[in-house]
């Protein structure tokens, strides 16, 4: 009778643990459906984030934005920033034209001219101010010693080409008297210490790494030739503008608070750049120098200095107007957020 009772006594035992075990299983399975769908929901609104493409050139004055994709690893709140890195002018153009990308950090004379063509551009806020310097060789002492000599742009349309004009027509220097070519700005230094050009003018950090070589010198300064000239820019497509503005201002927003982050030239600046540049901690140091990224407003009496200077060397017919071309209510609204 006992052995029996015993056996009733196991078999309950072992009915009760089988329940529990079940109940512990179904209880980890409502835990792991639960994570499931937490983590498929958070995917979902990951995959629903707007994707901003961003095409640039591998430059010092693109800094505001390579470091704001740097800060954040390319996520944010809101949105994610992909950067679409171009070899040349032409070929970011053509994607800015075809829709590939939703804007670029791009020379400004060259946007202008998109503009002119047809291109649905607005220029929301800088890159940079000034930073663009005139290197020569070290026998050249002023323009006057480039009589005879060959001088190297990056464009016909850009700001450099406008600074090498402004100087010459202070030294009286004509363009007869130089042979003015174009030419990729990583070539310039190689050219420049082969003494196949005597000077050229570009984006950074391609002076500085004549300088940090010793190839060349600085002939001139920007601010001393043009103070407060324009070179390169932000542009975003009117198509993505029109799309989600509040979206816009959040990416200006980022844009602008990483080009007051970059401004103080910190070791993580540093490090960001030479994430996305061939440049060492030497060039960067005499590049960073001679640029500035804590105001990127574009003023409408600077932009009219440009412009008159564009139709002054007859690099276009006409030059789209402040009010078609510059959108400032995005930097605006940033301005009057943090009280600046």
Excluded at 169 to 175: A, K, R, S
Excluded at 293 to 301: A, G, R, T
Aim: net charge negative; with cysteine; hydrophobic share 40%.
């Amino acid at each position: 009778m006992e052995s029996r009772k015993e056996k009733l006594r196991v078999l309950h035992l072992n009915i009760e643990r089988i329940r529990k075990m079940r109940t512990l299983k179904l209880s980890i399975l409502i835990i792991i459906i639960v994570l499931l769908v937490a983590c498929s929901t958070q995917d979902e609104t990951a995959s629903e984030k707007r994707v901003i493409k961003i095409g640039y050139l591998p430059i010092t004055h693109a800094a505001p934005l390579l470091y704001d994709h740097y800060l954040h690893d390319g996520s944010f709140d809101d949105y994610e920033l992909e950067l679409v890195k171009f070899s040349s002018w032409p070929d970011l153009i053509d994607a800015l034209n075809a829709g590939q990308i939703d804007g670029a950090s791009v020379l400004m004379q060259l946007a202008m001219q998109a503009k002119d063509i047809g291109i649905d551009l607005k220029a929301v806020a800088l890159g940079h101010e000034d930073g663009n310097v005139i290197i020569s060789a070290h026998n050249i002492d002023d323009a006057n010693d480039l009589r005879g000599t060959t001088v190297a742009i990056p464009h016909t349309h850009s700001a450099h080409h406008l600074l090498l004009n402004e100087l010459f027509m202070e030294e009286g220097v004509t363009y007869e008297e130089v042979e003015l070519i174009e030419m990729p700005p990583p070539e310039m230094p190689a050219a420049l210490a082969e003494e196949r050009i005597s000077s050229y003018v570009v984006a950074e950090p391609f002076g500085a790494l004549a300088v940090h070589l010793d190839a060349g010198k600085v002939l001139a300064h920007s601010e001393d030739v043009w103070p407060n000239s324009y070179c390169c820019v932000l542009v975003l497509r009117d198509e993505f503008i029109e799309q989600d503005k509040e979206l816009v201002t959040s990416f200006v927003s980022s844009y602008v608070e990483a080009g007051k982050l970059a401004d103080e030239k910190t070791e993580q600046l540093y490090d960001a750049l030479k994430t996305y540049l061939d440049v060492s901690d030497e060039v960067l140091d005499v590049s960073l120098a001679w640029i500035s990224f804590d105001s990127l407003h574009i003023e409408e009496e600077e932009y009219e200095k440009l412009s008159d200077r564009i139709l002054r060397l007859q690099l276009m017919d006409d030059v789209p107007s402040y009010e078609e071309f510059v959108d400032p209510s995005f930097i605006e609204k940033v301005s009057e957020s943090d009280g600046s």
